[in-house]
């Protein structure tokens, strides 16, 4: 369990109805259009990596996982960010994808 895990924890146990409500925009946001789940989770990826938020990575990478992306989409998914964020960053959140990949 990363320190980004247990501190989504803690918040979700101190401010419950907060994340509850918080939990239901997301899913009133992915249902009020036609992207797919697989592909709004690929796009919240590249929007963490660009925001450089480790903890959204790792989610957004079990997310896609488990909303059927392949690793080699997630990984495209990051890789095209190069010009965008630069390489550093995209070597990072690459890093940070592979922790939930490979673990």
């Known amino acids: 369990m990363t320190k980004y895990t ?21 899913m009133t946001l992915r249902e009020a259009g036609p992207v797919d789940e697989k ?9 963490a990596a660009a925001l450089r938020a480790e903890g959204s990575v790792h989610s957004h990478v079990k ?6 992306a392949t690793p080699e989409e997630i990984y495209h998914t990051i890789i ?8 550093p960053a995209t070597a990072t959140a690459l890093s940070w994808a592979r922790d939930i990949i490979e673990d």
């Open 63 to 68: 997310r896609a996982l488990k909303s059927g």
């Open 80 to 87: 095209l960010l190069t010009s965008t964020i630069g390489f």
């Open 39 to 47: 592909s709004s989770h690929l796009i919240q990826l590249g929007a």
């Open 6 to 26: 247990k501190n989504y924890d803690w918040i979700l146990e101190n401010f419950k109805e907060v994340m509850e409500k918080q939990q239901d925009l997301g």
